[in-house]
């Protein structure tokens, strides 16, 4: 009886000593887009830190295609162990309800935390005279179909936005899709589209020009970088889109790997050159549990399908 005690003993001090704590080797952060990118810059300005807090590499690896599925899908197949992240933004819970892949990626990702957030822009081009949101709507609802918006992928957020707000005031107005925010832009300059709901970045410095003009932000409230931009839930009540920014990793990754990255990173949000270097980039830094993540990604999941469906949207 004494040999089995001292032998089991002896195996769980074995096990202990080669039991290693996380992490031992470098981190993956897929980013199911392509270099430049919001998700993009979010990632790389924080992989250092937490590579320096952690003791091991964050390496980020761009995955973009298929409006962030090639990604997803690699996210959501890679082992549970703790070294694959995936850095998202709030336009993932709008690509799966619109391309409603064939598996559940929300069911097989679990949150770390959410890191930021922007409002999305609604700018005209200044060959249409409405200056406000009141205005705006009024025109657009007296010339049904004779206006057009800007549309950086069938699906996207900003698409989805825009189809939002349509709903909501009864305008209609034509969708005219884009490989990139970038071709977009240069048609609403040169006023062939009027108008466009997108990151507030690219188009700013147009309207400090002259040659866009700023109507109203996306988010509940002012944006306080630009509080003389309205929000459009002053005029339209409960208007509320925000670009987000969050961690996810492979469902049963180790609820220990999670709490620790929460940890941290609510940590580092705090930081005030970090807080600089998302003010840089047009956002607010965000923090919180990882199951606001959950909560979130399920709920605006739900919202964009709802909308996809009443506006009979179809993603070739």
Not at 131 to 155: E, I, M
Not at 167 to 188: A, E, I, N
Not at 244 to 256: D, L, S
């Amino acid at each position: 009886m004494r040999f089995r005690v001292t032998a089991v003993s002896f195996a769980f001090a074995c096990a202990v000593a080669h039991a290693q704590p996380w992490p031992t080797k470098s981190i993956r952060v897929i980013v199911p887009m392509a270099t430049g990118g919001g998700s993009d810059s979010v990632a790389r300005i924080l992989s250092p830190r937490l590579a320096e807090a952690l003791g091991q590499q964050f390496i980020v690896d761009n995955r973009g295609g298929g409006g962030g599925l090639i990604g997803i899908g690699m996210a959501v197949k890679s082992p549970p162990d703790g070294y694959t992240l995936m850095l998202i933004s709030g336009s993932v819970p709008a690509t799966l309800a619109a391309h409603k892949p064939d598996y559940d990626a929300i069911g097989n990702l679990t949150g770390v935390i959410r890191v930021g957030y922007s409002p999305l822009l609604l700018a005209v081009h200044p060959s249409i005279p409405p200056k406000n949101v009141k205005d705006f709507v009024a025109f657009a609802r007296a010339r049904p179909g004779q206006l057009s918006f800007v549309v950086p992928g069938v699906g996207s957020l900003t698409h989805l936005a825009m189809e939002y707000l349509m709903s909501l005031t009864q305008m209609r107005m034509l969708h005219v899709p884009y490989k990139s925010t970038g071709l977009g832009m240069t048609d609403l300059l040169s006023g062939q589209t009027q108008v466009m709901m997108t990151g507030m970045l690219p188009v700013l410095p147009h309207v400090a020009t002259g040659r866009l003009r700023a109507i109203a932000v996306s988010t509940a409230r002012r944006w306080p970088a630009q509080p003389e931009i309205p929000a459009l839930s002053e005029t339209i009540p409960g208007f509320d889109v925000e670009s987000w920014f969050a961690f996810v990793a492979p469902k049963g990754t180790p609820a220990a790997v999670i709490a620790r990255l929460n940890s941290e990173l609510n940590k580092q949000l705090q930081d005030a050159s970090l807080r600089k270097s998302f003010d840089a980039q047009g956002m607010a830094v965000a923090g919180g549990t990882a199951e606001d993540v959950d909560k979130r990604m399920r709920s605006e999941q739900d919202r964009w399908a709802k909308i996809i469906r009443d506006a009979n949207i179809r993603v070739d």
